[in-house]
C-alpha cells in the first residue's frame, strides 16, 4: 500500500456525488496536480467503477492533448488516491450558464477538439458513454484554451459483449440506450450532438431531468430550431446537429465523417465574427 505523503493537498477543485476533487502538490517536485479522492465506504459495492476508470485512463493517458492525463494512482486506510492533469478552467457547462452560447467561430474550434478526442477513444475501442458539458474541462481560464474530456467511470472497452447497459447522463443518451438491441460507439456522436445544440443556444434540446416527456422526445428526436437564439446560427451548423441526432445510430455521422463535415472544415467563414462569447 501506498500513502498519501507524496502529496500536499489544498483547495478543492470539483465535487462529485461519491468523491472529491482537489489540487495537490507533489512534495518532491513541488509541481501541482489534481487529485480525485474517493472515500471507500461510500463506493462499497461500486468498486467496478473506480477500477473501469482507472483501467481505461492507463489505456489512454497521455496518447492524446485533449484526454486528461493519469500521472499516479494510490490509496490510503480510506481513500483512493487518482492524480491527474490540474485543470483550472471549468467546466463546459458552467462556461456556458455563465457567459452564455458561444458564437459559431469559437463552437467549431471546442467540438473539433472533442470529436478529436473521441475518434482517439474509437480508433481504441472505447467507448466513453458519458459525454456531457460537464465531462470537458478546460486547461485554462482562457476563452482560446485547450479542452480536456473527463469523466470515464463509465467508459467501456469494446469486445465480444454487447453494451446494453443503461447510463449516461440525461438529456445526453441516445435512443438506442433505451433500447433492446445494444449500442455502441455511435451514442457518443449523439452525444456531441447534444453538446453542440448547447453550444450555439444555451439550452439542451431534449432538458436534462430524465423525465418521461423527455426521454420519449430522445426517441423520436424530437427537437427544433425554432428559438429565436437560433436566428442568428448558421444552416451548415444546423445540418451538422441534424446529421448527429439521427435515430438510427447506422445512419448517424461516426468521428471520421463528423471532422469532415463542411462546418468543421470551414471555419474560416466565420473569423470576421469578433468576440469569443455571446451573452443573452
Known amino acids: 500500500m501506498v500513502v498519501a505523503c507524496k502529496y500536499k ?13 482537489k489540487e495537490a502538490q507533489y512534495i518532491k517536485t513541488k509541481q501541482y496536480f489534481a487529485v480525485k479522492i474517493i472515500n471507500k465506504k461510500t463506493m462499497e459495492g461500486r468498486w467496478d467503477m473506480i477500477v473501469n476508470e482507472l483501467n481505461i485512463l492507463k489505456n489512454i493517458s497521455q496518447g492524446h492533448r485533449y484526454i486528461l492525463t493519469l500521472v499516479d494512482y494510490f490509496e490510503s486506510i480510506n481513500n483512493f488516491y487518482i492524480v491527474t492533469d490540474r485543470a483550472l478552467g471549468g467546466d463546459l457547462n458552467s462556461r456556458i450558464c455563465q457567459k452564455g452560447s458561444y458564437f459559431e467561430r469559437n463552437a467549431i474550434n471546442i467540438v473539433r ?34 479542452i480536456l474530456i473527463c469523466g470515464f467511470h463509465l467508459s467501456r472497452i469494446i469486445d465480444s459483449d454487447i453494451l446494453n447497459t443503461i447510463c449516461g447522463a440525461p438529456g445526453y443518451m441516445a435512443p438506442e440506450i433505451f433500447g433492446n438491441s445494444g449500442y455502441s ?5 449523439w452525444s456531441i450532438g447534444v453538446i453542440t445544440y448547447f453550444i450555439l443556444c444555451g439550452f439542451e434540446p431534449f432538458g436534462n431531468e430524465g423525465t418521461y ?37 447506422d445512419s448517424r455521422l461516426n468521428a471520421y465523417q463528423a471532422l469532415a463535415h463542411p462546418w468543421l472544415t ?3 467563414n466565420f473569423n470576421s465574427r469578433k468576440g469569443a462569447i455571446e451573452t443573452g
Open 185 to 189: 460507439k455511435p451514442i457518443d456522436l
Open 213 to 249: 416527456e423527455e426521454i420519449h422526445d430522445v426517441l423520436r428526436a424530437n427537437y427544433n430550431f425554432n428559438e429565436k437564439s437560433w436566428k442568428k446560427v448558421s444552416d451548415t451548423a444546423k445540418d451538422f446537429i441534424n446529421k448527429l441526432l439521427v435515430i438510427d445510430p
Open 9 to 21: 493537498t489544498g483547495k478543492i477543485l470539483g465535487a462529485g456525488t461519491y468523491t472529491v476533487v
Open 113 to 146: 477538439n472533442i470529436i478529436e478526442a473521441v475518434k482517439y477513444l474509437h480508433d481504441k475501442e472505447i467507448v466513453h458513454r458519458n459525454l456531457k458539458p460537464e465531462n470537458i474541462i478546460f486547461r485554462t481560464q482562457d476563452d482560446e484554451s485547450d
Open 266 to 268: 470551414a471555419s474560416s
